[in-house]
């Protein structure tokens, strides 16, 4: 840590930006600082529109470019993912599929997912951010998106 990865991916993103492209700047680092590189609430786990004011003229491409940036908070995620199976399975919405055979084997399935999701093991926290990454690269909205990544040990358990 401390060598310079949130300045570099921060100052990239808006270099970027400001050459034309929509680009997204995530973190996967637990100790959330590129909101406080951007001077920004990125609190939330949601894209945060950046503004693009005071950037040098000399960098500004031909084109408008965006620049939007996350960091992720793989609790929240976490969250979020349990609640969809929680209502998949019916817990939100009280669904009752007892006339259905494959409806009853899909729920139990779901339970036993949900189940496993309550005793994570640890590494949980990468698997999640690289989930989230790859959901956003997915989505296809964005020319480039640059990844503020923890320190060494976090970010190669997320990519391994």
Do not use: C, W, Y
Not at 78 to 96: A, M, T
């Amino acid at each position: 840590g401390g060598v310079g990865k949130t300045t570099t991916s921060s100052s990239l993103a808006i270099a970027m930006a400001s050459a034309g492209h929509d680009v997204a700047v995530v973190s996967t680092d637990p100790a959330h600082s590129l909101g406080d590189a951007l001077d920004m609430n990125l609190n939330g786990g949601s894209l945060v529109d950046v503004p693009l004011f005071g950037v040098p003229s000399m960098l500004m491409g031909s084109g408008e470019g965006s620049l939007k940036a996350m960091e992720i908070d793989p609790t929240s995620a976490l969250k979020e993912f349990r609640d969809s199976i929680d209502s998949l399975i019916g817990k939100r919405n009280n669904g009752n599929n007892d006339g259905d055979g494959g409806a009853s084997e899909m729920s139990s399935t779901l339970n036993t997912l949900g189940e496993i999701i309550d005793t994570l093991p640890a590494g949980t926290d990468e698997v999640v951010a690289l989930a989230k990454v790859i959901q956003l690269i997915r989505r296809g909205n964005f020319d480039r998106v640059v990844l503020d990544t923890a320190p060494t040990g976090h970010t190669l358990r997320m990519l391994t």
